[in-house]
T-cell receptor, first 112, second 115 residues
Framework: GQSLEQPSEVTAVEGAIVQINCTYQTSGFYGLSWYQQHDGGAPTFLSYNALDGLEETGRFSSFLSRSDSYGYLLLQELQMKDSASYFCAVSPIKAAGNKLTFGGGTRVLVKP | DTEVTQTPKHLVMGMTNKKSLKCEQH?????MYWYKQKAKKPPELMFV???????INESVPSRFSPECPNSSLLNLHLHALQPEDSALYLC??????????????FGNGTRLTVT
């Protein structure tokens, strides 16, 4: 099976940097994805890491260390609109979308 | 706005009712999914369709019956539900099951309440 752990809540101010950690234990692993979900909205894809290292997409970056079964999502220059829940998710087979298992989610609250 | 459209947005049904949730995408994706999400919890996979064939059923009770009439449509038929089935039901699609780095595109979901 799969289990993923991430902090339940993080609070930060506008302009700050937030790092959301995700540790996982899986029977099979091909990649770590991150999704953002605003209250009442649909989860939206942010990033996918299959190889070790840092992937940067604008203000958001994602990191993976396969040897440590660990990844993180880095949110820079926080904006009010970044207040949302962020989920890490594991792909147990060689396709980012299929049979994803999600972590419990981290609720990020951005304050003025 | 999302590219995956779900109807209805809200649904209230009694335990003896039969209803259906509908999902549509026109991105040419060949994999479609149903997820269930309880409040403040992550989405949980229910079913995966690949090229209109059911490929994964995550031991979902038979009171939930999926159907994929064509590559753009996905239905979830509901019958004799229990109050604990109340949740947000999310449809999603991806390019296909096995393409590297093919993310899920979610719809906004149907908020289901079983009374």
């Amino acid at each position: 099976g799969q289990s993923l752990e991430q902090p339940s809540e993080v609070t930060a101010v506008e302009g700050a940097i937030v790092q959301i950690n995700c540790t996982y234990q899986t029977s099979g692993f091909y990649g770590l994805s991150w999704y953002q979900q605003h209250d009442g909205g649909a989860p939206t894809f942010l990033s996918y890491n299959a190889l070790d290292g840092l992937e940067e997409t604008g203000r958001f970056s994602s990191f993976l260390s396969r040897s440590d079964s660990y990844g993180y999502l880095l949110l820079q220059e926080l904006q009010m609109k970044d207040s949302a829940s962020y989920f890490c998710a594991v792909s147990p087979i060689k396709a980012a979308g299929n049979k994803l298992t999600f972590g419990g989610g981290t609720r990020v609250l951005v304050k003025p | 706005d999302t590219e995956v459209t779900q109807t209805p947005k809200h649904l209230v049904m009694g335990m003896t009712n039969k209803k259906s949730l509908k999902c549509e995408q026109h991105m040419g994706h060949r994999a479609m999914y149903w997820y269930k999400q309880k409040a403040k919890k992550p989405p949980e996979l229910m079913f995966v369709y690949s090229y209109e064939k059911l490929s994964i059923n995550e031991s979902v009770p038979s009171r939930f019956s999926p159907e994929c009439p064509n590559s753009s449509l996905l239905n979830l038929h509901l019958h004799a539900l229990q109050p604990e089935d109340s949740a947000l039901y999310l449809c999603a699609s991806s390019l296909d099951r096995l393409t590297y780095n093919s993310p899920l595109h979610f719809g906004n979901g149907t908020r289901l309440t079983v009374t």
